[in-house]
């Protein structure tokens, strides 16, 4: 399970570097020129290459990469060229934990709601609820977040006044007001996955309800919630946490919106006002950071299989 | 002898749509007594033990089932059913590795059943299993609870299930082709197994079977169904030796087709749900088949008239061996 477990991370690894050279380079051949922004419309040309050259772009592809890497790893992001402040701190420091925040709580309305609501589908297979959750989830998934996330200002923000319609604050620092303030945006970003995690579940768990091993729980006296909750939905975690391992790239991507909608000051907002801005420094830091999180919670997601289903720990 | 019954099973009938997988019928077990279903798969002889244990999903069930101190099997509210399962009646699967839970260790599995059903405490439940372990001839008891299902093989698989099942001492096992998923030699084992550990408990216990050789060694009675209707009962050797059905006559040479290494399973097939004849079922696979057997369907007739009572032979056919 160790020798298993260790060539996971090697392959993370190998990802992680093939993604790193990839927004790299991709930024390098992207258009418009960081120092010609930077200098305004009017430079001399001695001005433009001493520039350049401060900026480290005169120099060979690869250096440039490895530098950055090392610098990188170090905690060294640079600085962004517009907000003129250390990029670390900006990203890594400020907008990652807002994000972080952003996609815990969605995640975890998902799966507090569309668990149980799966669950029920499920178990009442083919009658009003379940067509009800049916037309709900297929609501939820075409609909799209930014609009709701809109409605929803609009609803419980401005008509009814519950809730503030923007800003952040941390739950890990002030529990409540951070709660309060996640709610909107969290319930925006979740509706998505909320539906996709509904029929997700219930359709798992439809067919591990025909096992025989069911069958055998209720033979020896199991009441049909334990049946449920402890021999049917136990069954269906792996499933379960795949998709969300796989969907957490859709629900960065969604972050974006969010953000925007909800003027929040997370990695979404970070990356679009550095991709207009074309600072090339701040968008790989976003784009490595929401790499790093996708590939780390699918690694999270493959050392957590051998937990969750015992037939693989004897995998050789 | 009827009163002493442990379970009346009378005019069971089973629809699923359209399809009538069981028509009207009648058994009986008594307190401490084998019981074999025997016929060819679509007998519905599961069906009358998942009924039974109202685990039959998406089926109308009529008739009634009477066990003793508890009322109507088939009728019981689900809660009450609950209550019955696992306590009083207990049922083990055809393939033990898939009636157990992959998620949860074999001892837990058990543990849960003695702790929820008894009431035991954890180390009490604990103790009891490896007691029960012990009984069903699983070495290194106390090693194997923390065993996962797939750690086990085919053998000890289908010995946990006993264990579970036997683990409140129910008066009713039902088996259902307990060792269909089994290697011949380990079979064997199994059903001596559950024979030796029933009647040690003084339990009655059906088997579900498809050898009439292995119902009539094993089992007090065999009752033999086709397409959903009983066609021959009695007691085991009766049935083995003296049955009147053309059905039984080809179960039973079947059996002998392959002590000669030449399996030949009874010619032709059950007829479909929907075409069923109107007369006897068998009629259109039926060497003896007459006239009369096309139209009529034979009532179950006593083999012996001189003799009457639950235990007694009788057969359903027009023109008897």
Redesign the interface.
């Known amino acids: 399970m160790l020798v298993q477990a260790l060539g996971k991370i090697g392959q993370t690894l190998v990802v992680l570097f093939i993604v790193s050279i990839a927004t790299f380079g991709l930024l390098k051949l992207a258009p418009g020129d960081p120092v010609q922004i930077m200098l305004g419309s009017e430079y001399s040309q001695e001005a433009y290459e001493s520039l350049t050259a401060e900026m480290g772009l005169d120099r060979s592809f690869l250096v440039q990469y490895a530098d950055w890497a090392i610098n990188f790893v170090q905690g060294d992001w640079g600085t962004s060229f517009v907000a003129r402040t250390d990029i670390f701190t900006y990203g890594f420091k400020e907008a990652l934990p807002v994000t972080l925040t952003l996609a815990f709580f969605s995640l975890s309305f998902a799966i507090l709601i569309g668990v149980p609501l799966g669950v029920l589908s499920a178990v009442k297979k083919d009658t009003a609820f379940d067509a009800g959750s049916a037309v709900f989830a297929l609501t939820g998934t075409a609909f799209p977040s930014f609009l709701l996330g809109i409605l929803l200002i609009w609803f419980f923000g401005v008509r009814l006044g519950w809730f503030p319609v923007m800003g952040y604050v941390s739950p890990w620092e002030e529990f409540w007001t951070g709660i309060y303030h996640m709610i909107l945006p969290g319930l925006t970003l979740s509706t998505y996955f909320i539906a996709m995690i509904t029929r997700l579940t219930r359709a798992s768990l439809i067919e591990v309800l025909e ?3 069911i ?10 919630w334990r049946v449920i909750w402890v ?1 049917g939905v ?2 269906i975690a792996m499933p379960l946490v795949t998709i969300l391992g796989l969907q957490l790239g859709t629900l960065l991507q969604g972050t974006v919106l969010t953000e925007t909608v909800f003027n929040l000051p997370g990695i979404g907002q970070m990356l679009t006002s550095a991709v207009l801005g074309r600072e090339y420094g701040v968008v790989q830091a976003g784009v490595i950071m929401t790499a790093l999180l996708f590939i780390g919670v699918n690694l999270l997601v493959d050392l957590s299989y051998p937990i ?4 693989l ?2 995998r050789k | 002898m009827t009163h002493t019954n442990l379970l009346t099973v009378s005019d069971l009938t089973v629809h699923r749509g359209a399809a009538k997988i069981l028509d009207r019928v009648n058994l009986s077990i008594a307190k401490g007594e084998t019981l074999a279903l025997v016929g060819e798969s679509g007998a519905g002889k599961s069906t009358i033990a998942t009924a039974l244990m109202q685990l039959l999903d998406g089926a109308e069930v009529e008739g009634r089932a009477e066990l003793q101190e508890a009322g109507d099997l088939l009728s019981l509210p689900a809660r009450q059913m609950v209550k019955l399962r696992g306590r009083r009646l207990s049922m083990i699967f055809q393939d033990a590795g898939a009636a157990l839970n992959p998620a949860y260790t074999v001892g837990r599995q058990l543990t849960t059943t003695l702790r929820r059903n008894l009431g035991l405490t954890r180390s009490a439940a604990h103790a009891k299993a490896i007691e029960l372990f012990t009984s069903v001839g699983i070495n290194d008891a106390e090693a194997r609870l923390s065993a996962f299902p797939h750690q086990l093989s085919g053998g000890m698989q289908q010995r946990v299930m006993v264990a579970i099942a036997l683990a409140c001492n129910p008066d009713l096992l039902l088996a259902d082709e307990p060792t269909s998923a089994l290697d011949v030699t380990i079979q064997a084992q199994i059903i001596r197994l559950i024979l030796s550990l029933t009647r040690e408990r003084g339990a009655s216990c059906i088997f579900v079977l498809h050898d009439l050789a292995l119902a009539s060694q094993s089992c007090d009675r065999i009752v033999v169904l086709y397409a959903g209707q009983v066609v021959e009962s009695g007691p085991a050797r009766d049935v083995l030796t003296h049955h009147r059905h053309p059905y039984t006559r080809q179960l039973e040479s079947c059996v002998v087709e392959i002590g000669r290494h030449d399996l030949v399973a009874p010619e032709g097939a059950v007829p479909p749900h929907d075409q069923m004849p109107k007369g006897c079922r068998f009629a259109t696979r039926c060497p003896r088949a007459l006239d009369r057997c096309a139209v009529e369907a034979p009532p179950l007739t006593p083999a012996n008239p001189a003799r009457t009572g639950a235990l007694d032979h009788v057969f359903a056919c027009w023109n008897p061996e």
């Open positions: 096992e025989p091993y069958a055998a729980a209720r033979a020896r006296g199991e009441p049909s021999h136990r069954n969750l289903d015992p037939r720990r004897d």
